[in-house]
C-alpha cells in the first residue's frame, strides 16, 4: 500500500520559515519525482517545486528564491524548506510521487499570518 504522509504545516508570522516533510512508503522511491503542490481556498492546484530522481530541480516563479526542495532516498523521504513567508503563500500543500503512477498525500495546511 502506498502512502505519502505530510508533516510540518502550521501558522507562520510573514517573514517566517517552515520546514514540510513528506514520508512515503509502498513504493520504491528514488525511481520517483517527487513534486509539492499546493492550493490555496478558491483556487486550482498548483505545482509548487519539484525534484526528478536525478535530482534536479525546479520551482514556480512564485517560490523561486525563497523555497527549496530536497530529498533523502535513503530514508524516502522529500522536504520543502520555506523561507520568508508570505500571506499569499497560504495553502494546504501536497506531497506528490510520480513515475509511472501519481500518488498523492494528504495534505497539511501551511497558513501565513500576523
Known amino acids: 500500500q502506498v502512502q505519502l504522509v505530510e508533516s510540518g504545516g502550521g501558522l507562520v508570522q510573514p517573514g517566517g520559515s517552515l520546514r514540510l516533510s513528506c514520508a512515503a512508503s509502498?513504493?520504491?522511491?528514488?525511481?520517483?519525482?517527487m513534486r509539492w503542490y499546493r492550493q490555496a481556498p478558491g483556487k486550482q492546484r498548483e505545482l509548487v517545486a519539484l525534484?526528478?530522481?536525478?535530482?534536479?530541480?525546479d520551482y514556480a516563479d512564485s517560490v523561486k528564491g525563497r523555497f527549496t526542495i530536497s530529498r533523502d532516498n535513503a530514508k524516502s523521504m522529500v522536504y520543502l524548506q520555506m523561507d520568508s513567508l508570505k500571506p499569499e503563500d497560504t495553502a494546504v500543500y501536497y506531497c506528490?510521487?510520480?513515475?509511472?503512477?501519481?500518488?498523492w498525500g494528504q495534505g497539511t495546511q501551511v497558513t501565513v499570518s500576523s
Open positions: 506528490n510521487a510520480f513515475w509511472q503512477r501519481n500518488y
Open positions: 509502498g513504493i520504491t522511491f528514488s525511481f520517483y519525482s
Open positions: 525534484i526528478t530522481d536525478g535530482v534536479s530541480t
